[in-house]
């Protein structure tokens, strides 16, 4: 009971869309009709600029860390595991929102910070360094799914854990198909920090 309790709070939390919030209360707007669609915090950035952005990727990260410790407290490190999983599933297909969320990246990001300092260093200066050759937000996102799915391991022997990351790894992968086969296409354009006012 207690795990499946980690579950819907998980759940609930991760649908929670910071990204649709806050721009219908500052922008007073609907992201998911903007930019790319999606809502997420690099969509923000791009439609509305780095304040935007980054106040979406805090408020994503943190309520994954919630979950995840919410999830702790009940279930220990499974209960962790689950509610971090849930999270990320309400994230992408929030149940507020007609399930139709962000691709789980910032939520991804608090997985890994969850599991080690250390990861979550590594995964910031993947993301960096990514930025810094590809200019592609979907580039960096999914070069840091791939090295918490394959990096895990390093850190822990905990095999609730290395489920976790593995499956975090391959939503945001999934979540990323689209731009995978622009990219593939050599279609998939640059990112850019948008500027609309309030």
Partial sequence: MKLLLCAIIGYLLGSVSVSILVTKYIFHADLRRQGSGNAG?????????????????AGDFAKSILAMLLGRGLGGV?????????????????????????????????VGLMIDWRLFVILVA??????????????????????????????????????LAVFTGLLVLVMHRANLRRLLRGEEPPFRLGSRKK
Avoid at 41 to 57: C, P
Avoid at 86 to 105: D, M
Avoid at 132 to 139: G, P
């Fill in 41 to 57: 915090a690099t969509n923000a950035a791009r439609v509305y600029g780095l304040g935007a952005g980054v106040l979406t990727f």
């Fill in 78 to 110: 499974t209960g962790l595991a689950i509610g971090g999983a849930a999270c990320l599933l309400g994230h992408c297909f929030p149940v507020y929102f007609k399930f139709k969320g962000g691709k789980a990246v910032s939520a991804g990001a608090a």
């Fill in 126 to 163: 993947v993301f960096g360094l990514m930025a810094l050759l590809s200019k592609r937000a979907s580039v960096c996102s999914m070069a840091c799914a791939v090295v918490l799915a394959a990096s895990t391991p390093l850190f822990t022997k905990e095999p609730m854990l290395i489920a």
